[in-house]
């Protein structure tokens, strides 16, 4: 009879689980995938393109084989289909920025006891964000323009935006979704509206994209200053767990004043299910807030139905966004 007793098997991989994380950043640090991806495709190929020795490029071939980025075939070496499209250099897909984007973090990881024992009042002012160099919010938007690009082009591939003439992105960073929206949509403009650290940084992304004749942007803190009016469509996209219930409730509240009659509002949010019990990447950016003694945390889709609903929304709806990783909760205003 098979037994049914606990191993120690989940619970060894789950506290090495950060080797697994180096490994793919050295792998994206050292551009492994993209040489692969250019024909150095055994391990001595390898070595040569990487400049690396062969015995290192012998753990770090085995490494990531181990973790499924990369795949045998016919001997030869061969990038994941995931690894081949986001990881690889030059492509308008690549994403490798955005796997960088919580290495700053990474030391604080192994001491988060300390963090959570620490009794210090919690801050409104996210030190994630709130009062950061133009510099340090340029290399947080490269990262999140890595991967706000393809989330703004599954927004505009979700929604019908065609009666729509302004977007409000609120906390919009790099300003990707109000990109791609006004990429697909010739009628609509936007603004961007984030704190005066980032905006000069979103004004360079639009810039590039040659939209500054009808993406804008606007000053303010969301969570002290007043929103501009004017839009018919609001979302507010992955900054969801860096705030507390009441600062959420009171975000989206003035929202919904400052939208006309007849808008819709979307947030794109890192939800929790209904039970709270997952899943874990949400609860994750929401632990991570303790290491920045934020109010931040993970909030359920069935808090953020209700701080939709409370500010006012109608027909208020949940959908997957990108599974496992957002929903997407939207409402009208009548
Ligand atoms: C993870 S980024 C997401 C950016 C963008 N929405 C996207 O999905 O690509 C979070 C954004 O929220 C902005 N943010 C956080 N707190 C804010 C505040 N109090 N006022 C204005 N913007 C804020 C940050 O500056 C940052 O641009």
Request: hydrophobic share 40%; with cysteine.
């Amino acid at each position: 009879m098979p037994s049914e007793r606990p191993t120690t098997v989940r619970l060894q991989r789950l506290a090495r689980a950060y080797r697994e994380s180096g490994t793919l950043l050295a792998a994206v640090q050292l551009d492994l995938f993209s040489k692969i991806s250019e024909g150095a495709n055994t391990e001595e190929k390898l070595s040569i393109a990487l400049g690396i020795s062969a015995l290192n490029t012998e753990r770090i071939t085995v490494a990531c084989l181990s973790l499924g980025l990369i795949i045998k075939d016919n001997n030869n070496l061969k990038n994941a289909p995931d690894v081949e499209r986001f990881l690889i250099k030059g492509r308008a897909t690549y994403a490798g920025e955005w796997m960088f984007f919580t290495q700053p973090d990474w030391s604080k990881w192994g001491h988060l006891a300390d963090f959570l024992t620490n009794k210090e009042p919690e801050t409104l002012d996210n030190a994630t964000v709130k009062g950061i160099t133009v510099d340090e919010a340029r290399r947080y938007h490269r990262a999140t323009f890595s991967i706000g690009r393809g989330a703004g082009r599954l927004f505009v591939q979700s929604i019908d935006l065609s009666n729509r003439h302004k977007l409000l992105d609120v906390g919009g960073g790099s300003g990707a979704y109000c990109i791609e929206a006004c990429k697909a949509y010739p009628q609509l403009r936007a603004t961007v509206l984030d704190l005066p650290e980032v905006t000069p940084v979103a004004r360079e992304f639009i810039e590039d994209n040659n939209l500054s004749e009808r993406v804008d942007t606007y000053d303010a803190d969301f969570n002290k200053d007043s929103f501009p009016k004017g839009a018919d469509i609001a979302i507010m996209a992955s900054n969801l767990p860096m705030y507390g219930r009441e600062a959420i409730q009171a975000v989206i509240q003035k929202i919904y004043n400052v939208l006309l009659p007849d808008s819709e509002f979307h947030l794109i949010g890192e939800a929790l299910n209904e039970d709270r019990s997952g899943p874990s990447d949400p609860a994750m950016w929401g632990l991570a807030q303790t290491l920045h003694n934020s109010t931040g945390m993970a909030h359920s889709v069935t808090e953020c139905t209700g701080y939709l609903k409370n500010a006012g929304f109608q027909n208020i709806e949940v959908n997957d966004f990108v599974p496992e990783v957002l929903m997407r909760i939207s409402g009208l205003k009548a």
